[in-house]
C-alpha cells in the first residue's frame, strides 16, 4: 500500500510538471544552448518527495526481546544536491538526503508493548550522464551513484504488564528507552529529468533505486522533484 501511495504522489507531481511545461511560453527566457551547463559550472539543487516501499528496516538489540526489527512506511525524503560539470555532458554529484519515517505503536509478547521512530539519513556522490545535453529545454539524464545509509531508531518500550497475578519473572512496570544506529553501504542507480525554465534555472524529477548490501532483506526507491539553478 505504501508503494502504491508513493508511486501516486510521483505520477501526480509528474502530471503537474507537463502542465508547467505546457503552460511556459516557448520565448521565455533565451534560446537552449545558454541553458544548459557549461563545463566547470556548479549546480545546486533541492529535492522533496517520497520512498517507494518505505524505509530500511533496522534491527534492534533490544533486552527480552530478541529478533526485534523496527520498520516504517516514508512519510517524507528531502535532499540538497551539488554537482560539478566536467563536460557539457557528464557531472559529478554529492547528495544528502533525509528520509522521514513514522511514529508507530506496537504490541510486544506479554502484554507489553513500544513506540519505534525510524529515520534513515543517506550520504552518496556518483555521477550524471545527460545523453541530449543541449537538444531543448528538456533534458534527460541517467545516474549511478555510491552511498552511505545511516538507520537511526528511537524506540520506547513500555514493560507495564496488566496482569493482576504476575508469575515471580514478571516486570510489574517501568519503560526503556533504546536509540540505535547503523549503517550499510548501498550502491545507487536512477533517471531524471531536468526542464530549464530560464537562463539556468528550472524543475527536475528524479527516480531512484537503492540497493543495500549486508544483512538488508530488499532495495528501497525515492520519487522526487525539485528546483535546481547552475552557477557558471
Same mark, same amino acid.
Given at each position: =500500500? +505504501? =508503494?502504491?501511495?508513493?508511486?501516486?504522489?510521483?505520477?501526480?507531481?509528474?502530471?503537474?510538471? %507537463?502542465?508547467?511545461? !505546457?503552460?511556459?511560453?516557448?520565448?521565455?527566457g533565451?534560446?537552449? &544552448?545558454?541553458?544548459?551547463?557549461?563545463?566547470?559550472?556548479?549546480? %545546486?539543487?533541492?529535492? /522533496?518527495?517520497?520512498?517507494? !516501499?518505505? @524505509?530500511?528496516?533496522s534491527?534492534?538489540? @533490544?533486552?527480552?526481546?530478541?529478533?526485534?526489527?523496527? +520498520?516504517?512506511?516514508?512519510?517524507?525524503?528531502?535532499?540538497?544536491?551539488?554537482?560539478?560539470?566536467?563536460?557539457r555532458?557528464?557531472?559529478?554529484?554529492?547528495?544528502?538526503?533525509?528520509?522521514?519515517?513514522?511514529?508507530?505503536?506496537?504490541s510486544?509478547?506479554?502484554?507489553?508493548?513500544?513506540?519505534?521512530?525510524?529515520?534513515?539519513?543517506?550520504?552518496?556522490?556518483?555521477?550524471?550522464?545527460?545523453? @541530449?545535453?543541449?537538444? !531543448?529545454?528538456?533534458?534527460?539524464?541517467?545516474?549511478?551513484?555510491?552511498?552511505?545509509?545511516?538507520?537511526?531508531?528511537?524506540? %520506547?518500550v513500555?514493560? /507495564?504488564?496488566?496482569?493482576?497475578n504476575? #508469575?515471580?519473572?514478571?516486570?510489574l !512496570?517501568?519503560?526503556?528507552?533504546?536509540?540505535?544506529?547503523?549503517?550499510?553501504?548501498?550502491? #545507487? =542507480?536512477?533517471?531524471?529529468?531536468?526542464?530549464?525554465?530560464?537562463?539556468?534555472?528550472?524543475?527536475? =524529477?528524479e527516480t &531512484?533505486?537503492?540497493?543495500? +548490501?549486508?544483512?538488508?532483506?530488499?532495495? +528501497?526507491?525515492?520519487a522526487?522533484?525539485? @528546483?535546481?539553478v547552475?552557477?557558471?
Amino acid at each position: =500500500m +505504501t =508503494m502504491y501511495l508513493a508511486e501516486g504522489r510521483f505520477n501526480g507531481a509528474l502530471a503537474l510538471l %507537463i502542465c508547467i511545461c !505546457g503552460a511556459c511560453r516557448p520565448g521565455w527566457g533565451q534560446n537552449d &544552448k545558454d541553458s544548459v551547463l557549461r563545463s566547470g559550472s556548479f549546480e %545546486i539543487g533541492v529535492l /522533496a518527495g517520497d520512498t517507494i !516501499g518505505g @524505509l530500511l528496516p533496522s534491527d534492534v538489540p @533490544l533486552a527480552n526481546f530478541s529478533g526485534f526489527r523496527v +520498520t516504517s512506511p516514508g512519510s517524507g525524503a528531502f535532499a540538497v544536491n551539488v554537482a560539478r560539470a566536467v563536460s557539457r555532458r557528464l557531472l559529478f554529484f554529492g547528495q544528502v538526503n533525509v528520509w522521514k519515517g513514522r511514529h508507530e505503536d506496537r504490541s510486544l509478547p506479554a502484554g507489553y508493548s513500544a513506540s519505534t521512530n525510524l529515520l534513515n539519513l543517506v550520504y552518496e556522490g556518483g555521477f550524471e550522464w545527460a545523453p @541530449l545535453r543541449n537538444r !531543448g529545454r528538456f533534458e534527460p539524464y541517467v545516474l549511478v551513484a555510491g552511498s552511505t545509509i545511516q538507520k537511526r531508531v528511537d524506540v %520506547i518500550v513500555n514493560y /507495564a504488564n496488566p496482569s493482576p497475578n504476575p #508469575a515471580p519473572t514478571e516486570v510489574l !512496570g517501568g519503560a526503556t528507552r533504546v536509540r540505535f544506529k547503523d549503517a550499510v553501504f548501498a550502491p #545507487a =542507480m536512477g533517471a531524471g529529468i531536468r526542464y530549464y525554465f530560464g537562463h539556468r534555472f528550472g524543475i527536475r =524529477m528524479e527516480t &531512484k533505486a537503492y540497493f543495500p +548490501t549486508g544483512d538488508v532483506p530488499r532495495a +528501497t526507491g525515492v520519487a522526487s522533484c525539485g @528546483l535546481f539553478v547552475d552557477i557558471p
